[in-house]
């Protein structure tokens, strides 16, 4: 059974940082493709950063230069800095695993807010 469990969240002030971390069981975690999501209210879900197994990176515009994906392959395990953080960074942030586009796995979602 695939299990994603997200940590790291929380309130943070305008300008800090946080850290995501997304550990992954039950799945060979070195070969899947790595992603971090958000949703913020009333909005539809946007890709924030991903990392693929070959180690490309993308990240969304508006949070590229501010952030940076990673992952621990020995601890089964996909990281996410945000660094300035600004309001409209709140949002619930989601992990997601794939591979081959068949298996296609989410966290629960983990709360991010930013204070003014």
């Known amino acids: 059974q695939v299990q994603l469990v997200e940590s790291g969240g929380g309130l943070v002030q305008y300008g800090g940082s946080l850290t995501l971390s997304c550990t992954a069981s039950?799945?060979?975690?070195?070969?899947?493709?790595l992603a971090w999501y958000r949703q913020a209210p009333g909005k539809q879900r946007d890709l924030v950063a991903q990392l693929r197994s070959d180690g490309n990176t993308d990240y969304a515009r508006s949070l590229k230069g501010r952030s940076t994906i990673s992952r621990s392959n020995a601890e089964n395990t996909v990281y996410l800095q945000m660094n300035s953080l600004k309001p409209e960074d709140t949002a619930i942030y989601y992990c997601n695993i794939k591979f081959a586009t068949v298996y296609d796995y989410w966290g629960q979602g983990i709360q991010v807010t930013v204070s003014s």
């Open positions: 039950g799945i060979l975690f070195r070969i899947y493709d």
